[in-house]
């Protein structure tokens, strides 16, 4: 069974804690005996990218909206998160991530998101993220 959440939001820090508390409700629902490990790992992936493209994407202009669609099928979590910021240079942050000692501070939450999921992809201008991530269940 597929199932489906969207929501946009206006770029301001409180409602990114929202969106993730949102997000992670519907995911529990949408598959029951959602492993703990997934949860925190997805709250942190999320918390993450959100975080980014509220203050990196858009600046925290509360006049700019960031779009967070996910959708669930079979077990696997795919999550698309789009900001209308103008994007960046991603493939130099891709290199970054690659290379053990080449991180600087404010690459930190990417990689972790790329660490924390199974297939992680920016789309031009570097504006738009998707991320999917194999879900386990317990019990």
Known sequence: MNRNFTIHFKSD?????TVVFKALRFLSES???????DIAELRLVFSELLYNAVVHGNKGDINKIVR??????NNIVYAYIEDEGSGF???SLI???NDEDGLSESGRGVK???????????FMPGNAIHFTK???THG
């Open 13 to 17: 820090m409180p409602y990114v804690k």
């Open 95 to 97: 290199k970054q991530i």
């Open 112 to 122: 972790l998101a790329y660490l924390l999921t199974d297939k992680l992809v920016f």
């Open 89 to 91: 240079d991603y493939t």
């Open 68 to 73: 967070l669609e996910i959708e669930i099928k």
């Open 31 to 37: 598959v029951p005996k959602l492993s703990q490990d």
């Open 134 to 136: 194999k879900v386990a």
